[in-house]
């Protein structure tokens, strides 16, 4: 089954109230669409801002595995889950990439966790607060 492109609203509370969602609840799948829509948002800020060089793009194979964000040329790659406990599950896209690019430097899952932790395979978990502060420090790129 083909997928459309990603699309993300520059506000989603209009999308919120034109939709009649009505308040967001951590945990639900409207919180998950709107955290990565916030990333998306945050990252696209900073390249403009920041790094006007910097491409920013999505990766997706034919198979469904999928990677929310690539900075520049496969530099970084940047997974958002709302999850406040990142499992097995959530590391898939980004274990695929590196199996098919084993040239990215540096991957990393946005997330609600309270602390900053490396898995053993090198993915850095970024509790949300640690992702803005190294991204805007410049230490995330």
Known sequence: MAQAPKFYFHDV???????????VRPGSRDYAKAFENWVFHEL?????????D???????????????FILGDMETAIEAKSSRNITSDHLKGLRTLLADHPGVARRFVVCREPRPRQTADGITILPVGDFVERLWSGALA
């Not at 509370?13 to 308040?23: A, E, I, K, Q, S």
């Not at 910097?54 to 929310?68: F, I, M, P, Q, Y």
């Open 13 to 23: 509370g209009v999308v919120n109230r034109l939709t009649g969602r009505g308040r």
């Open 44 to 52: 696209r800020t900073w390249t403009a801002c920041r790094a006007p």
């Open 54 to 68: 910097v491409a920013l793009s999505t990766w997706r194979l034919s198979s469904g595995a999928e990677v929310d």
